[in-house]
């Protein structure tokens, strides 16, 4: 795969026409009907840090950088809901390794800093980030992990208008996969190390290992 073979795919999905799409009608199992109370953002909480690339892959520098690029660009970006803590939501974040991961197999070059990372991301343009971010986040339901682990099987609505599959492969850890809408390649793990970031608040996210893919490549 290329990079232009990923923005041409993303492109056919109808880059225009993205909106922050309702959830499923039929939540995960467990899914508990009590909203937490807290409106802390997820933004608020990525940016604490001052989020400055460094040489630490498992944060989460490159994907609070695109969204603030893509904020920066289109202001009126459903990814600015990442920043309103009153919506409920739950976002899948991958590390900076996954992004460097992600570059490698558009590639076939191993980047050594976050920085070139995020130059090769948003050398995509910024539509292709979007549309990325998007499809990692899961708007109005705010999914703790004990809850997705009893969520084997269970087909998430995102943002992006496209689904993720949730396989659970054990509840003790817990280890989950997300299956994303490209057959071909490694899914993701939600890093049982980086669970139920901002617990409490309306908005939750969990790490995981890679960056999720809503088309086939």
Avoid: C
Avoid at 158 to 165: C, K, L, P, R, S
Wanted: no cysteine.
């Amino acid at each position: 795969m290329t990079p232009r073979t990923l923005v041409s795919a993303l492109s056919a999905v109808g880059l225009a026409g993205l909106l922050f799409a309702p959830p499923a009608t039929a939540g995960p199992p467990g899914t508990s009907t009590s909203e937490p109370t807290g409106t802390r953002s997820l933004a608020a909480v990525l940016t604490a840090d001052g989020n400055q690339f460094d040489r630490n892959w498992r944060d989460y520098d490159i994907v609070t950088e695109a969204v603030l690029a893509v904020l920066a660009t289109k202001p009126a970006s459903p990814v600015g809901l990442l920043a309103d803590g009153t919506v409920p939501l739950t976002a899948f974040i991958p590390n900076d390794r996954a992004f460097q991961r992600l570059v490698g197999d558009l590639t076939g070059s191993r980047l050594r800093s976050e920085q070139a990372v995020f130059d090769a991301v948003a050398g995509l343009g910024i539509d292709t980030v979007e549309t990325v971010l998007l499809y990692h986040v899961i708007p109005g339901a705010t999914l703790t992990s004990k809850q997705a682990a009893a969520a084997n099987g269970a087909i998430l609505t995102t943002a992006q208008g496209g689904t993720i599959g949730v396989r659970v492969l054990s509840k003790r850890l817990p280890l989950i996969q997300l299956r994303d809408r490209d057959p071909d390649d490694r899914n993701p793990f939600v890093n049982p190390r980086a669970l139920d970031i901002n617990k409490g608040n309306k908005q939750i996210a969990h790490g995981i290992t890679l960056v999720l893919r809503p088309v086939d490549l």
